[in-house]
């Protein structure tokens, strides 16, 4: 590289240099488009957020019908909603509206399905626990009586958004309060037993002949009653006479000899 080439090459550097210096010094004097959220901001982001966000689901259990469209809609199952009808008063009871705000994937389904939009997202988003579990919000301490469906063209009042589920985030980051146990439920009648079924006249298996063992064969048997053979011990006496022509036979090759 020449000596030209190399000063040049230490130019442009620098200019280069003059480039990324401007851009960062103009931004000393412009407004920052960034907060430091929590503690600096003007005032709190959840009134900072567009009016169609969608921040944790609440309930205004006063106009809550107790028709469970909601829960049915809701594809994950994070709505428990237990109604009972009182047998003497005929009036049907909300005992249980619970929202896992852990498991809710905020599609929104839910409150589209609501007649009387007593289910809403609210504009809360910060709903970090130390135990997921207490995301499990609970909107009904005590069973009361569901709200009656509104009639055609009738408003319905409710309170503005966050009245419901605010408390119950800071009550959640509270140590834990254990809930009322619940009455245990009158066991379910038991269906009639059906009628016994015709008993089949039992078929016994036919006998399998008994396997004989080796002494009980008949060839074992006959050999158990015949007399037992006589030992065949070699003596000198027991020794088979030679035959008659053998003996002939020795007699005169004796008589030759002779
Ligand atoms: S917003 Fe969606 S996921 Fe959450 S409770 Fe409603 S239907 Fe279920
Ligand atoms: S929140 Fe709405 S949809 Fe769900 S049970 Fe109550 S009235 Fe019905």
Same mark, same amino acid.
């Given at each position: ?34 907060? !430091? ?25 006063? +106009? ?8 049915? !809609? ?6 428990? +909603? ?8 005929? !009036? ?6 619970? +929202? ?18 007593? +289910? ?139």
């Amino acid at each position: 590289m020449g000596l030209a080439k190399y000063i040049g090459a230490i130019g442009r550097s620098i200019m280069t240099l003059g480039d990324g210096l401007a851009v960062t010094m103009s931004y000393l004097f412009r407004k920052p488009m960034t907060i !430091q959220y929590p503690d600096r901001t003007a005032e709190p982001v959840v009134k900072m957020l567009p009016e169609r966000s969608r921040g944790i689901l609440e309930v205004d259990i006063e +106009i809550c019908t107790g028709c469970s469209m909601c829960a049915k !809609q809701c594809p994950i199952d994070c709505l428990h +909603i237990l109604v009972e009808k009182d047998a003497e008063t005929k !009036q049907r009871n909300l005992v249980e509206f619970a +929202i896992d705000a852990g498991k809710c994937m905020y599609c929104g389904l839910c409150v589209e399905a609501c007649p009387t939009s007593a +289910i809403r997202h609210s504009h809360e988003f910060e709903g970090g626990m130390s135990d997921v579990n207490r995301l499990m919000l609970h909107f009904v301490d005590e069973p009361r009586p569901v709200a009656k469906p509104p009639k055609k063209g009738e408003e319905v009042k409710t309170k503005p958004k966050g009245t419901f589920v605010r408390p119950m985030l800071a009550n959640a980051l509270e140590p834990a309060v254990p809930r009322k146990p619940r009455p245990p439920k009158p066991p379910a009648p038991k269906p009639a037993p059906k009628p016994a079924a015709e008993a089949k006249p039992e078929t016994k298996p036919e006998p399998k002949p008994e396997k004989k063992t080796l002494a009980e064969t008949p060839k074992a048997k006959a050999a158990e009653d015949s007399p037992p053979s006589p030992a065949k011990t070699e003596t000198p006496e027991s020794k088979p006479d030679k035959p008659a022509e053998a003996v002939k036979a020795d007699d005169g090759k004796a008589t030759e000899d002779k």
